[in-house]
């Protein structure tokens, strides 16, 4: 990945152009490749390499945002122009802080390995051997392998100077038979930990294992939720309101229940944005220092995060969890971990006389946020246990159920965690979740 | 821009693709937000970059840049051809593509009033004039408002000859209203969600508007709400308007007609489609014959509309279900021959110059029918209508789906009594379509943008459109969400 000292330089140089009292500049570069492949052919494959530039500018509390991707000094003076420009029309804005000043950042060792050097040849080889597992169980490949890195600075007017990059690499297999579906996925910071061929054989397995399901009534339903149906879940809940910004305007779950009971006390979730495990990122998007914070702690709900502005509503110190200006949506938990347990899937499975194993869910959506309430539906890979087995492939349901509902329910917590679907997590086995209707297949 | 297209589709060529395209696209979009009296956004942003696609050895490869100097150019087209050599170390059958006359054009979409030339300070007084409207009403703690416009410039040259150069601009606005009760919060939009309305017109769409003019009801209605009842599970027969039923069509007919999602490119992502091919060949029954659905790309100020596609075919009109009959896809070069046909529908478009083109909506119409919606009250005696699109959920073939509106208006004896909140309905795809009896007239026909459709891995997002007006459907399961 290109150096990121090279940015925060570009950055300082863009700050330098402007007119404005006050101006922050962002300037990131990555480069990612995406070989995407569907029965059993890659079908599409991508590159891209981006830059880009975001300006902050102010003049008193009339502030202006303006972006480009061209990071030649003519196009960062264009970008900073039309920012200063764009502010000097704007009304003012009695809540802006003004920027904040130079900061300490944690230094955190991350391992990214490979990933953002690993090739188009590299990436078509593991689809290979995903391709040679669907073809010896007669089964169809879709899925996605994507690789890259990044790298991004800060700097304002005040002194701020931050940088650091990143990488990545996902891969997710879905095995398609004539009845049945199975998927599994794998995220990781070093690429080198995703074995391609182990994916395809958990998805295959998955498939073959739940062809010809049966139909399930909906209703309320003992499940035993793997990673990515937990994931899932979890990342809603700090959609719909871990957020400060919910949260001062009374529009999150946790507005008014701070040293409340919102769950089980055996659920603890917090937002750590320094654990090198799971991409790490010491400052937000104004380059304030990222806090880890404890969210709800054994049931009890503890706090939000907040940038600067609801921070300051709030009468707490910030968190660093600023999104980029004009940041409108406001604060974002980016890195949510639910603490494990001393469990394992196997031993939820051999202790459930009648449910359901849930491998994933698709298209979840906040019916009411608030209540925490989400619908959507099961898919590749729902099965029926029955006194302490899996017995049958089941049709997909479809759940309509609250979040903290669930977690109010929760018997047994996995002691494996992974990265799925955003957010770091075990999987659960929950005793009561509401399925409202059911699909044909 | 034809310089850079046409360098990078020889470097293509050199380097030994036997197809290539190349587009160089250039976005501005400018955007305020407004909240609770400030101004909470005032953007300006550009991208620009070019998108080279090749063929080699009968496999797709694929790369983008924001370099456009001439080394970053050729190296861009070099290593596409790479992508797509290690594309064809996986390949079971080469891409064959249907014939496509190469056309030689400059479009640009018409506008009356470019929005863009509309001063800063008139777009954020017209927000904070709303604003101050919604502020009467004591429960809203939250007053929203956004306007936003696009323009694209875009150049497509390919290795068979063509060049074409469009441009397209975009205008979009929206209030909202929310508030806020215990455990209970409250919104009321206008024109509708997802940012308000957005068409490919100019600042004559905002006039249109006249948001001023509904801010206080939508307010006014969303304290209402918090006192409403429930709504209650149950069947009832629903009138879905037109701010409902444009996501309506989206989930359960734009989705499972994109032929390359019926084909399998989708499966790992948002799944494939309950309307397979044998469907088009058995005449499959989708709805009832009241439902006539068409894609259309060719209807003025449709988010969905365009000159050309991403491929340098023209924008169509197709049938997609006639007289409730399922009747044809959204096509591509690639997916066209794959069920008989000679040409592409025209309906590939890319998210900016850093991706792929995929199918994607173009409009997507329910078209008009006879009624008025007075009339599809009064002759419903009892039930439910629904507006304003909250929630949505359906399932990865597009059968089972559920939805949330904004509000519903209680029908008895054919009259409006009163109102409900958090309205939710469900049902599978066919069947629901099958209970249509009623559709409403073109006096309530709208093209609603849709500006945010994904699709994709990595994830894109397309303008895509749906003219609709109200419908009628019987015996429809509503009230999903358990009162607590």
């Known amino acids: 990945m290109s150096d990121h000292d090279g940015l925060l330089e570009l950055g300082q140089r863009a700050v330098e152009m402007s007119p404005a009292d006050e101006t922050e500049v962002i300037v990131s570069r990555g480069a990612s490749g995406l070989t995407r492949y569907a029965n059993n052919t890659i079908h599409q494959n991508v590159t891209q390499a981006s830059t880009a530039l975001r300006v902050r500018a102010a003049f008193g509390r009339r502030v202006g945002v303006a972006t480009a991707n061209d990071l030649s000094d003519e196009g960062m003076r264009r970008c900073v122009k039309r920012a200063a420009d764009i502010a000097r029309h704007q009304e003012e804005n009695e809540e802006y802080l003004g920027l904040p000043g130079p900061a300490e950042y944690a230094k955190v060792e991350a391992d990214y390995g490979g990933s953002a050097r690993f090739s188009p040849e590299d990436r078509a080889a593991a689809v290979r051997e995903i391709i040679r597992v669907a073809e010896a169980d007669g089964l169809t490949a879709s899925g996605a392998f994507s690789t890259g890195g990044s790298a991004m600075a800060i700097a304002n007017s005040k002194g701020v100077a931050a940088t650091d990059t990143g990488a990545s690499a996902d891969i997710n297999v879905t095995m398609t038979g004539p009845t049945s579906t199975g998927r599994a996925t794998r995220t990781a910071m070093n690429v080198a930990e995703i074995d391609a061929e182990e994916i395809a054989r958990v998805a295959a397995r998955k498939a073959v294992e739940s062809a010809d399901p049966i139909e399930i009534e909906p209703g309320e339903h003992t499940v035993v939720l793997e990673e990515d149906a937990v994931g899932d879940l979890i990342g809603q809940l700090g959609w719909m309101g871990f957020g400060g910004k919910a949260f001062v305007e009374q529009r999150s779950f946790m507005s008014g229940k701070i040293g409340q009971r919102v769950c089980g006390e055996n659920i603890t979730l917090y937002d750590d944005g320094l654990d090198p495990r799971f991409f790490p990122w010491p400052f937000d998007y104004e380059g304030v220092p990222r806090q880890k914070v404890m969210l709800i702690e054994n049931g009890i709900a503890r706090a939000v995060v907040h940038d600067r502005t609801t921070a300051a509503r709030a009468g707490v110190a910030p968190t660093g969890h600023a999104l980029a200006a004009p940041a409108t949506w406001g604060p974002f938990p980016g890195h949510l971990h639910l603490v494990p347990g001393d469990s394992s899937v196997e031993e939820m499975i051999a202790s459930t006389e009648r449910g359901l194993l849930v491998t994933r869910f698709h298209y979840t959506n906040a019916a009411h946020p608030i209540r925490t309430e989400l619908t959507g539906m099961t898919r590749d890979g729902t099965f029926l246990i029955e006194n302490g087995k899996l017995t049958r492939g089941v049709k997909n349901l479809r759940f309509t159920q609250g979040v903290l509902g669930a977690l109010s329910e929760v018997e047994l917590i996995g002691k494996r965690t992974r990265i799925a679907e955003g957010s770091l997590v075990p999987a659960l086995k929950v005793r009561r979740f509401r399925f409202s209707g059911a699909t044909e297949f | ?484």
């Open chain 2, 1 to 484: 821009m034809e310089e850079l297209t046409r360098l990078a589709v020889d470097a293509a060529k050199e380097a030994g693709a036997s197809y290539a395209d190349a587009r160089y696209v250039c976005t501005r979009q400018e955007s305020v937000a407004t909240r609770n009296g400030l101004v909470e956004g005032l953007t300006s942003s550009e991208s620009r970059g070019v998108g080279v696609r090749v063929l080699v050895g009968g496999a797709w490869g694929f790369a983008a840049t924001s370099d456009l100097t001439r080394e970053g150019i050729i190296g861009t087209a070099r290593l596409a051809v790479r992508v797509g050599r290690a594309s064809a170390t996986a390949l079971k059958e080469p891409v064959e593509l249907a014939d496509c006359d190469p056309i030689v054009d400059r479009v640009e979409t018409p506008y009356d009033k470019d929005p863009f030339e509309v001063p800063l300070e008139e777009r954020i007084a017209l927000l904070l004039d709303c604003d101050r409207i919604m502020a009467q009403s004591a429960e809203v703690s939250l007053r929203e408002g956004r306007l936003r416009c696009v323009r694209e410039e875009q150049h497509f040259a390919s290795s068979e000859g063509a060049s074409i150069a469009q441009e397209r601009t975009e205008t979009g606005a929206g209030i909202e209203a929310t508030a806020v009760g215990p455990e209970e919060t409250q919104t009321r939009s206008y024109p509708g969600t997802h940012g308000g309305q957005m068409m490919t017109r100019g600042w004559e769409l905002v006039d249109e508007l006249d948001l001023p003019s509904r801010a206080g009801e939508i307010a006014r209605e969303a304290e209402e709400l918090l006192k409403a009842p429930h709504c209650e599970p149950g069947t009832e027969d629903v009138i879905i308007d037109g701010t409902q039923l444009a996501l309506q069509v989206h989930e359960s007919c734009g989705h499972p007609i994109e032929l390359d999602r019926v084909l399998g490119t989708e499966a790992s992502y948002a799944g494939t489609s309950f309307l397979t091919p044998d469907k088009l060949e058995s005449e499959f029954r989708y709805g009832s014959e009241q439902v006539n659905i068409t894609a259309d790309a060719t209807l003025p100020g449709g988010l969905g509309s365009f000159p050309y596609d991403d491929e340098g075919v023209p924008g169509q009109r197709v049938d997609i279900v006639k007289e409730g009959i399922f009747s044809g896809y959204l096509t591509s070069r690639e997916t066209a021959p794959r069920i008989g046909l000679r040409r592409s529908g025209g309906a590939m478009r890319a998210d900016g110059w850093e991706s792929i083109p995929l199918i994607r909506m173009t409009n997507i119409n329910l078209e008009p029918g006879t009624w008025t919606l007075d009339e599809m009250i009064q002759d419903m005696g009892q039930g439910l209508l629904l507006r304003t699109n909250t929630s949505w959920s359906i399932d990865d073939k597009r059968l089972n789906f559920q939805f949330g509106t904004e509000i519903a208006y209680r029908i008895e004896d054919g009259q409006i009594v009163g109102i409900v909140r958090n309205p939710t309905y469900t049902g599978i795809t066919p069947e629901f379509w099958g209970s249509v009896d009623a559709v409403q007239n073109r006096d309530g026909w709208v093209i609603w943008g849709v500006p945010n459709c994904g699709k994709g891995e990595p994830g894109q997002s397309a303008h895509v459109g749906h003219g609709v007006s109200a419908a009628r459907f019987r015996k429809v399961r509503v009230g999903v969400l358990e009162e607590k």
